[in-house]
T-cell receptor, first 114, second 116 residues
Framework: QQQVKQSPQSLIVQKGGIPIINCAYE??????FPWYQQFPGKGPALLIA?????SEKKEGRFTISFNKSAKQFSLHIMDSQPGDSATYFC?????????????FGKGTLLTVNP | GAVVSQHPSWVICKSGTSVKIECRSL??????MFWYRQFPKQSLMLMAT?????????EQGVEKDKFLINHASLTLSTLTVTSAHPEDSSFYIC????????????FGSGTRLTVV
């Protein structure tokens, strides 16, 4: 069964801290790994995504680390701010076809205290 | 970037009535759209994959006759919740994949359905 396991379920950090969210996948055919941020009452918004040919990708304060051999990837948020408080979902998919569906993790509720 | 517009953002309907939710790709052609349902504090649950000009593919356990999906054009897919009941109250989200974009999937802003 295709699964993406995400941890932790919730996370509380102080402003300026570096929360880390981890995901593990099973299907080696997956080659697209995005992270989404969702605020209450809104749809998910893409934060950053990575493909397995690189081990790390940075966009602003957000960094994905990818370990292909371990089938794991993680999101790091540098200098976290209260405005980063949201639910974060990792996901995985195959690329190359428009009908390949995303498999989501269960989400991590991040709270950044001022 | 790719934009997916979803309407309405919220709707309240009476039990037994039907509700239609629209999902439009604004700046790209979406041959495939996805419909999700999300309960509070839970992940997105894929309901169905909508393909332009053909029947939707429903995930196991999703009632086809209750959740009617129509993908009549390359920019519009609709989800109709028929004979809605309070247990259908949820947050519904559509998504489309822009094949021309590295960033792949774009999500609509979601529709909060409340059945009273």
């Amino acid at each position: 069964q295709q699964q993406v396991k995400q941890s932790p379920q919730s996370l509380i950090v102080q402003k300026g801290g570096i929360p880390i969210i981890n995901c593990a996948y099973e299907n080696t055919a997956f080659d697209y790994f995005p992270w989404y941020q969702q605020f209450p009452g809104k749809g998910p918004a893409l934060l950053i995504a990575i493909r397995p040919d690189v081990s790390e990708k940075k966009e602003g304060r957000f960094t994905i680390s990818f370990n292909k051999s371990a089938k794991q990837f993680s999101l790091h948020i540098m200098d976290s701010q209260p405005g980063d408080s949201a639910t974060y979902f990792c996901a995985a998919s195959r690329s190359g076809g428009s009908n390949y569906k995303l498999t989501f993790g269960k989400g991590t509720l991040l709270t950044v205290n001022p | 970037g790719a934009v997916v517009s979803q309407h309405p953002s919220w709707v309240i309907c009476k039990s037994g009535t039907s509700v239609k939710i629209e999902c439009r790709s604004l700046d790209f052609q979406a041959t495939t759209m996805f419909w999700y349902r999300q309960f509070p504090k839970q992940s997105l649950m894929l309901m169905a994959t909508s393909n332009e000009g053909s029947k939707a593919t429903y995930e196991q356990g999703v009632e086809k006759d209750k959740f009617l999906i129509n993908h009549a054009s390359l920019t519009l897919s609709t989800l109709t919740v028929t004979s809605a009941h309070p247990e259908d109250s949820s947050f519904y989200i559509c998504s489309a994949r822009d094949p021309g974009s590295y960033y792949g999937y774009t999500f609509g802003s979601g529709t909060r359905l409340t059945v009273v």
